[in-house]
T-cell receptor, first 113, second 113 residues
């Protein structure tokens, strides 16, 4: 069975410092992987996606993620955090044989001034 | 270009009642997915509609049903409401060829008392 694990429920960083949000998945197939962001009182927005092309994927707002098959990981990073990055982030996996998206429980990113 | 719209924004119902939520997809999209997001959790997939038929269904009881209209808009119906149905209900639209790249509406907040 496929699953997604976001290793931290909360991550707190200071403005201007790097961000790392961790995600591991389990899959028997070649997965497609995504990161979505949910700002308070706003809808979910696609940050970036991996669909078996380049393993380093660049997204919006300076975020990027690296697909590591050997580690079954798809961690999200950003070199320098901004106050506007404060939000909930979801790691999502989709199996090639399935239309269904499997969502992680989310990581709340807190930015300290 | 309007994005995904949902109505109503908020809804309060009593246990045992029935509710209908509505969704209009983004222009050019023909596929609609519905999700339930409980407080503090990631979205849970309910079902997906394409060509007016349910294409895939998550682990939700038959009390949850849906419909897609010829203009691609969709409804989610929930019968015999339970307290546990209180959640944010999200609609996402996509194209048939890229169902994984989903655009989300702001959601409908359902409270069951």
């Amino acid at each position: 069975a496929q699953s997604v694990t976001q290793l931290d429920s909360h991550v707190s960083v200071s403005e201007g410092t790097p961000v790392l949000l961790r995600c591991n998945y389990s899959s028997s197939y070649s997965p497609s992987l995504f990161w979505y962001v949910q700002h308070p009182n706003k809808g979910l927005q696609l940050l970036l996606k991996y669909t078996s092309a380049a393993t380093l994927v660049k997204g919006i707002n300076g975020f990027e993620a690296e697909f590591k098959k050997s580690e079954t990981s798809f961690h999200l990073t950003k070199p320098s955090a901004h106050m506007s990055d404060a939000a909930e982030y979801f790691c999502v996996v989709r199996m090639d044989s399935n239309y269904q998206l499997i969502w992680g429980a989310g990581t709340k990113l807190i930015i300290k001034p | 270009d309007a994005g995904v719209t949902q109505s109503p924004t908020h809804l309060i119902k009593t246990r045992g009642q029935q509710v209908t939520l509505r969704c209009s997809p983004k222009s050019g999209h023909d596929t609609v997915s519905w999700y339930q997001q409980a407080l503090g959790q990631g979205p849970q997939f309910i079902f997906q509609y394409y060509e007016e038929e349910e294409r895939q269904r998550g682990n939700f009881p038959d009390r949850f049903s849906g419909h897609q209209f010829p203009n691609y808009s969709s409804e989610l119906n929930v019968n015999a409401l339970l307290l546990g149905d209180s959640a944010l209900y999200l609609c996402a639209s996509s194209t048939r060829t890229a169902t994984y790249e989903q655009y989300f509406g702001p959601g409908t907040r359902l409270t069951v008392t």
